[in-house]
């Protein structure tokens, strides 16, 4: 169904990850054709950039933050230079629950022809700090949402935006700070799911419930 959609797809991991033979598994069970995208690697990454909520100079976290935004922007450049008009991006850590190909095509068939950016990923644990507007009974339109960035589909009309957020912030916010400064300022057409359908598997302090998987993965974020 994603293939259908999207000109490509793009799977987000890094150098000896212990997450790519699952995700390159689940992605070929569920009938998903994709391209790695290896992220750079933290140790080349300066320290003298601080994400937000990436800890201090002593931590890894923003070094993790700045190549995860690093992929999104260099996917995105690919893409323009490419001329994909749609593309999908994935991170190694995304889970689609059963069902979810009729769950998609559902969301999709709701949506309006002229939409931009769909996070069509799900995240429990921010459910409590997220501002969402209902657009139809299947569909939701972001304001304020940090669902993190595990599934991403983008049309070409939004790709200036990502970069020219990213370089305005100087790489200081984590990208799906990035996402959302986009959905604030509510110049493009953005929408998610109301139903879930597809999950992270990484946790860090907390754990929750993904229907029918018990696996889970050690964020690369410090705990």
């Given amino acids: 169904m994603i293939n259908t959609i999207v000109d490509k797809v793009f799977v987000i991991t890094t150098l000896n990850s212990n997450r790519v033979d699952y995700i390159r598994n ?3 069970e569920n009938g998903i054709n994709f391209n790695f995208f290896v992220s750079p690697e933290t140790k080349i990454i300066t ?38 008009e749609k593309i999908c ?27 931009d ?12 700090d997220t501002i969402k507007q209902k657009y139809n009974d299947s569909v939701n339109i972001p304001l304020n949402w940090h669902h993190t ?17 990213v370089h305005k912030w100087n790489y200081t916010l984590p990208i799906d700070y990035i996402f959302n400064e986009i959905y604030k300022e509510k110049q493009l057409s953005c929408f998610s ?27 690369l974020l410090i705990k």
Wanted: glycine residues 4%.
């Fill in 149 to 165: 960035t595990h599934c991403m589909i983008i049309k070409n009309t939004c790709y200036e935006k990502i970069i020219n957020q």
């Fill in 193 to 219: 799911p109301i139903d879930a359908f597809c999950y992270q598997l990484s946790v860090r302090k907390n754990t929750y419930n993904v229907p029918n998987i018990n696996l889970r993965f050690n964020s």
């Fill in 117 to 128: 950016l769909l996070n069509v990923g799900y995240h429990p644990l921010h459910d409590t």
């Fill in 47 to 84: 320290d003298s950039i601080i994400v937000q909520d990436g800890g201090d100079v002593y931590d890894k976290n923003h070094k993790a933050l700045i190549s995860l935004i690093s992929s999104f922007v260099s996917i995105v450049e690919i893409s323009k230079i490419s001329n994909f």
């Fill in 89 to 115: 991006i994935i991170e190694d850590d995304c889970y689609f629950d059963t069902g979810w190909k009729d769950s998609l095509t559902h969301f999709y068939n709701n949506l309006p022809n002229d939409w």
């Fill in 26 to 28: 689940h992605l070929n």
